[in-house]
C-alpha cells in the first residue's frame, strides 16, 4: 500500500545549505577504496552523479531523495531552523528498496579526488543542534548537495545502524526495520511536516510521486512479497482523512518514475473524465488535472530536479485525477494495464502509457485511415473537448481525435517510455505472450474498471488490442 512509506523520502537540499564562496571552507574528499552497501544495496560509484565520498577516513552519503530513503532518514529545512537530518518513522525493507533504488547517474567516469566545502548555516542531527563548523567531521556541501558523515557517533548512537567495517565486505551499515507500525498516521505525519499535528488516529496519507493519486482514493493495493501476487482494495473507509500533496518530496524522483507516474495520473484523469458515471464535478476536476500535466510533465521530465513550479503543479495534478477517479472510476485501460501488470509484470504507467492510444481510438471508433460517421459514441465528443482545451484540435471529430492519439504517442517517446509490450518486455517471447493474451482478455473483462469504460468491449475486442500492442 502507499500508505505511509512517504514518511522516509527526503528532498534534494539544494537549496537550503548555500555556503558562501568567498568564506568557503574546502574538504578535499576522495571516492571510497572498499565496497559500501547501504541497507543491502552495493553502492556504484564510477557512474554515480553523487557518488559516496571518504573525507578524513570516513565516509559521507550524499542527502539526495534515493539514498536518504535507503537509510531511512528524513530531512527537514527552513530559512528559520536550517537543516534537520533525523530518523524516519519507518525504514524500507531491503527487498523493497533494491528493486526501487534507481540513483542519478553520469556518463563520464567520476575522478578519484573531488573538492568538497563544509556546510553553512544552522544545522540538526535528530533535532539535536550541532555547531558545524567546529565538528571533526562536518556536513559537506557537493556538487550542490549535503553529504552526511556516517560516524560511528551518528549512525551507531544516534540512529542506531548496524554497523561493520572489515577488509573483505568493507563497510555494511544497516538501519533497522520498524518492527511494528504503531499507530503510524500520527507519528508519520510529525515527522515529514515537522511539527506537531494532532490527527487522534485519523488516517493521513503522503504521497512518494506524483502519480497514483491513491491518497485521495477509495482504492488501495497490497502485494504478498512471497507470491507477487496484488490484492486491489476498493472500499471508501480507505478515504484518508487528510492528504498531504508535498511536491517537495518529488523533487529528485528519477526520470522513469516521473513519466511513468505522470502517464498514469494522466490516464486517470482522461479515463475519468470519458468514464460512464463522470460528473461535472468530476468533469472539472479531470479537465484541469490533463491541462497541468500537458503543461508540466515535460519539464519535469526534463529537468526535474530545477522545475520546482512544475513539480508542485504535478503534485496537484495527479491528486486532482485521483479525485475525479475516486468517483467517476476507470475505464478500460486500466482494466487491460492491471492484467499486464499481473502477466508480465510490467510496471503500471508503462502500460497505461502504452494502452491509451490505443483506447482512445477503440472507444471513439476513430482509426488512422477510417471515414467520418454520421453518429459518434458520446466519449468522442469529450475527447474532441480535451483536444481543444490542450490545444491539438484540428479540422473535424476524426482529424481532432487523431492529433490527440498521435500527441500521445508523440509524449511517451519524448519520454523514452516504450511503444510496444515487446520492447518494454525484453525477455518476454511473442510466444508466451499470445499464449497468455485470452486469459488476460478474461481476466480485464472482469475488473472492476471495465464497468464504467464508455464502450463496452468484447473479449476479442480486448484480444485485438492486446494483439496490437505487442
Ligand atoms: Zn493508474
Known amino acids: 500500500m502507499k500508505k505511509f512509506t512517504g514518511a522516509v523520502c527526503a528532498a534534494l537540499l539544494m537549496l537550503g545549505l548555500s555556503a558562501t564562496p568567498a568564506m568557503a571552507q574546502t574538504a578535499s574528499a576522495a571516492l571510497p577504496t572498499f565496497p559500501v552497501t547501504l541497507n543491502g544495496v552495493v553502492m556504484e560509484q564510477q557512474y554515480a552523479q553523487y557518488p559516496l565520498l571518504v573525507y578524513k577516513d570516513i565516509t559521507y552519503v550524499p542527502m539526495t531523495w534515493e539514498e536518504t530513503r535507503l537509510l531511512g532518514l528524513e530531512t527537514s529545512y527552513t530559512q528559520v531552523d536550517g537543516l534537520d537530518v533525523y530518523k524516519a518513522a519507518i525504514v524500507k525493507e531491503q527487498a523493497v528498496l533494491q528493486g526501487e533504488y534507481e540513483p542519478y547517474t553520469v556518463t563520464k567516469a567520476n575522478d578519484k579526488k573531488h573538492q568538497a566545502v563544509v556546510a553553512t548555516g544552522k ?38 545502524w548496524d554497523y561493520t567495517f572489515d577488509h573483505t565486505n ?33 488516517n493521513v496519507y503522503l504521497r512518494e510521486a506524483a502519480g497514483t493519486g491513491s491518497e485521495v482514493t477509495p482504492f488501495a ?33 528519477p526520470k522513469g518514475l516521473t513519466s511513468a507516474s505522470g502517464i498514469d495520473a494522466l ?128 479540422m473535424n471529430e476524426v482529424t481532432t481525435i487523431r492529433a490527440l492519439i498521435s500527441y500521445l504517442h508523440f509524449l511517451n517517446a519524448e519520454m523514452g517510455i516504450p511503444s510496444k509490450v515487446s520492447e518494454a518486455c525484453s525477455t518476454l517471447t511473442k510466444e508466451d505472450y499470445e499464449a497468455a493474451v485470452e486469459s488476460m482478455a478474461e481476466a480485464a473483462l472482469r475488473d472492476g474498471c471495465t464497468a464504467t469504460n464508455p464502450r463496452i468491449p468484447m473479449k476479442h475486442e480486448i484480444m485485438d488490442i492486446y494483439r496490437k500492442i505487442w
Not at 563497510?171 to 487522534?200: C, E, W, Y
Not at 512479497?225 to 529528485?252: C, F, R
Not at 500537458?294 to 485521483?322: H, I, Q, S, V, W
Request: hydrophobic share 40%.
Open 267 to 394: 490516464t486517470h484523469a482522461l479515463e475519468a473524465y470519458a468514464s460512464m458515471l463522470a460528473t461535472d464535478y468530476t468533469d472539472g476536476l479531470a479537465l484541469r488535472s490533463l491541462k497541468l500535466v500537458f503543461e508540466n510533465l515535460p519539464k519535469c521530465y526534463d529537468n526535474g530536479p530545477n522545475e520546482p513550479r512544475a513539480r508542485e503543479n504535478m503534485a496537484n495534478a495527479a491528486t486532482m485525477a485521483g479525485m475525479a477517479f475516486a468517483n467517476a472510476f476507470l475505464g478500460v485501460c486500466h482494466s487491460m494495464a492491471h492484467k499486464l501488470g499481473a502477466f508480465h509484470h510490467l510496471p503500471h504507467g508503462v502500460a497505461n502509457a502504452i494502452l491509451l492510444p490505443y483506447i482512445i481510438e477503440f472507444n471513439s471508433g476513430v482509426t488512422l485511415i477510417g471515414r467520418s460517421q454520421k453518429e459518434y459514441p458520446s466519449c468522442v465528443r469529450k475527447y474532441c473537448n480535451l483536444a481543444r482545451i490542450l490545444g491539438v484540435s484540428n
Open 221 to 253: 493495493v497490497i502485494t504478498d512479497e512471497q507470491t507477487g501476487v496484488k490484492y486491489p482494495l476498493a472500499d471508501y473507509e480507505l478515504m484518508p482523512d487528510m492528504a498531504i500533496i508535498d511536491a517537495d518530496l518529488h523533487m529528485s524522483a
Open 170 to 202: 568493507g563497510l555494511v551499515i544497516t538501519p533497522k526495520a520498524t518492527p511494528t507500525i504503531a499507530n503510524p498516521p500520527v507519528n508519520a505525519t510529525q515527522d515529514v511536516v515537522g511539527k506537531k499535528v494532532i490527527v487522534n488516529g485519523s
Open 123 to 160: 544545522i540538526a542531527v535528530n533535532h539535536k543542534s550541532i555547531d558545524n563548523g567546529s565538528e571533526e567531521y562536518p556536513l559537506l556541501l557537493y556538487r550542490d548537495i549535503t553529504y552526511f558523515p556516517l560516524t560511528w557517533r551518528f549512525a551507531v548512537d544516534e540512529f542506531g
